[in-house]
């Protein structure tokens, strides 16, 4: 059985174009990246969960969502934690449940791309989908974001090689600059590469707003030569259309959402002299998802708590590791996601401490820890819903087989059905 | 059982207002019987209400309303600052929400609902992220919802525009309504936006669009024509070029020239002048215009002076107005098709330029003689958000209440505009048609209390002889019933049940079959045709009108 233009999940560039044979108990996949062929290998995964477990004991489904239901029921504070691997209802469904308790819900941003949002917040974001730079675009930055290691077919399908509308030439019609304090495998091919000091990216994007204010930049800037700055600044300033994509680089650096700030404002002050967009390379699969399904839900985009009985938003108050190193939760819901694998060994030591219950389709430390494991659903693959694009595009996931067992139809359903003896 | 019984109501001694019917004021008892108007009931199988001393009217219908979608929503990310402060408890029946300007999806469908409003037609989707649109949909409750979409800069059109190939546009228009799952075409700044992706702008009917060589004046003509090919239910929906500038009005009466459409926030482009300095209103003369040509309708896009945010497809139009204030601005260019901004504004009094965009509202609404052809809209939440419908209400019924208002703005609201000697006030009859009865007709839905239609009705705690604005205010900012397909949603202004309205879409057929084309215009998506497809089955409640 052959499926065509099957969604990928597993990065942000959610690639619509998949091919995936099913033949005998093999799986082929076509036109993916490496990350997306191995996540359609989760079908035939060894580790995959298939029976819901209590206290490390195999139980049946009724069971392990009455243990659930009750772990969360008995909770003061319990924080909702919902993965980037799966569809927006899934999401939506987490939210109701949160809501519903009075507990906290949280996803992915709150580890990552949170800083992105922060700065939409503080400045806006004049932004685009993919395709407007493809068919646009004579110049691409990738300003601490390296996609031939994170979203691998970033440049291939949308944003330097592809043949464009009004970009015929593809790569040979486009410039490509990377800013990064490393020699990446994407600065390696670009045209420049701007190679900042670590931490010092607010001082260079300073440096190229104020030299498109018309006032003079002395000299060397954040580790980069005064030539070097200007060059920068004039190819922004005089593209046809440009395009930045900001990676965790930025994120993750000193300055955080500040340096997201600066550089929307950059981008917003380079519309005065041509068109200019910057769009986040949001990582995880459906990270863009959450953050609409989210906001659309409470106003606010991640981190919401609604111990109050209405949503309320403080990055650093209500968010994860915040939470959680303070220890105000007293117990968790995680679902589709690996948290325990990614967090802070102090969190982690008191996550040991609290009840949890998660949904996880196969076996990884959040598994190990957990009081309650309800098995997974393969999201796009066993189970249909939305995953939105890095740059927003909704996308439909499709289900082309049937799950392993038959007592619930996607993490939704699981989180419906959760939600249901809550109530009850 | 226990359902259909709620469904059985009987309304005494309301006094009607049903202007489809011609029904205008009369003391009448309404009979709903599994949530549709009949002629008689047994009463013992039904909740019996006494409506005395109230009015009862078919409930409101907004014919422009951004509530949701991708533009919405990059508001609400945007805006914390719009959520904190308003927000909302969850109850025992109700969700949680939060937002002013923006209110959140189920909070939309609450707010509508208090004010006794059961539909809303989101004007702005963007093809591409019409899916978006229809998850929030299915997310806003008590609503009944239908969506227009956005195709006056779709490089497809525009193409076959510049080919002079009206029947292949025709088709194109048909395959996007019906992959999309919306209701009927809107052109933004037609041509504009488009060119806006090269920095350049469109400043008239007959400017050139860049890379085509087409005017944004023949994208109008062939939009008008395959909408009236496709036989859909509403004409096609035109936020005008030159939107928000001095001047524009010439642009206005030249555009209704063109053919039956309806004109959308008028007021943002009724403006004289040839600068902000000179700016004034020309809205008498916009108005004259409409009253001349029966096929042109308008809506009022009326302003009410406070803090709201401005989310429009027109992008260039969003980049000026945060350029001149200097507030955050988020944009969202959609490949092939559309463009959609976002920035936060005050209307202030104090301002010559905002007290006399707020005159021109109050009258257009007040210069068009038939109210079947203007229709009460704050462009929500451009000139303001939805919930001030009821104080737009009391500023049409009653000039000593808009007056108060008018003393306190800037003089130009005085000198350029000519409000101060309007001394028409609207009727509550024609309240009725330009809120529930006019809109809906022109959307080709139905708002009336005929036997047999459903029961979707709003009653207000009001004399129909009130006159005092205050009163009209009040009364109509919480409806004292909101009865939504024979289920009372709404009592004494409280959502007492909450339920799942539908969505309202088209389906249509061409002659031509341009599969193949359709394919390689394709080319240059991101996406693939078969992702792009909307299918029915994700739309909750959806309702499939079929133009055949």
Redesign the interface.
Known sequence: MKH??V?CCVCGAVC??IEVGLVGGEIKVKNACALGRARFQELTNEDRIKEPLVGGVHVDWDQALDKAAKILKNAEHPLIFIGSVTS?ETM?QGI?IA??LGGVVDSHPTLCEGPM?MG?????????????V???ADLVVFWGANPLQSHLRHLS??SLFPE???RKGGRRDRKLVVVDPRKTKTAEIADLHVQVDPNKDYELMSAVMAILKGNDVGGDVAGVGRETIYELADLMKNC??GAVFIGLGLASSLGKYRNLERLMKLV?DL?????F?IIPNLGHGNVSGF??AM???????FGVD?S??????NPGEYTTVDLLRRGEVDAMLIVAADLVAHMPRDVVRFMKGIPIVSVNVSQCPTALFSDVVLPGVVAGMESSG?I?RLD?????LKKFVEPPFSFTESDEDTLRQLFDRLRC | MQYIMMKNVVLRNGIVYDPLNNVNGERKDLFIHEGRLVEKMDERKAKVIDLKGKVVMPSGVDIHSHFAGGKVNMGRLLRPEDSMGHEVSKTGLLRSGSGFSLPTTHLTGYLYARMGYTLANEPAVPPMKSRHTHEEFNETPMLDKSGLLLLGNNHQVIEYVAEEDQESLNSWISYMLNATKTYGVKAVNPGGVFAWGWNKYINSLDDEVPCYNVTPKEIISGLIQGCATLRLPHPLHIHLNNLGNPGNYETTLESMRMGPMHITHAQFSSYGGDSWKDFCSEAEKVAKEVNRRAEITVDMGQVVFGETTTITADAPFEYHLSQLTGMKWSNADVENESGGGVTPYTYRKSSGVNAVQWAIGLELALHVKDPWRVYLTTDHPNAAPFIYYPRIIAWLMDKRYRDKVLGECHRWALERTTLPSLDRELSLEEIVVMTRAGPAKRLDLRASLSIGDEANLAVYDISPEETEGEKIEEAFSSAAYTIKNGDIVVKDGRVVREINGRTFWVKTRTEKDIKEDILERFRYYTIEPENYIVESAYIRNGVELDTK
């Open positions: 065509r233009n969604v619509d174009d927006t939506r109701r809501e519903y949002i939409i917040q503080e400045a806006g974001m004049p932004s685009s989908t993919l395709g407007e493809r068919n646009r399908r949308y464009g509308r009004f046809e259309f917003r519309n005065r002299f041509t068109r967009v953050i609409q906001t659309s839900a409470s106003g606010y985009p609604y109050r009985g209405y949503p309320r938003y939305t939105y927003n595009v909704p996308l439909p």
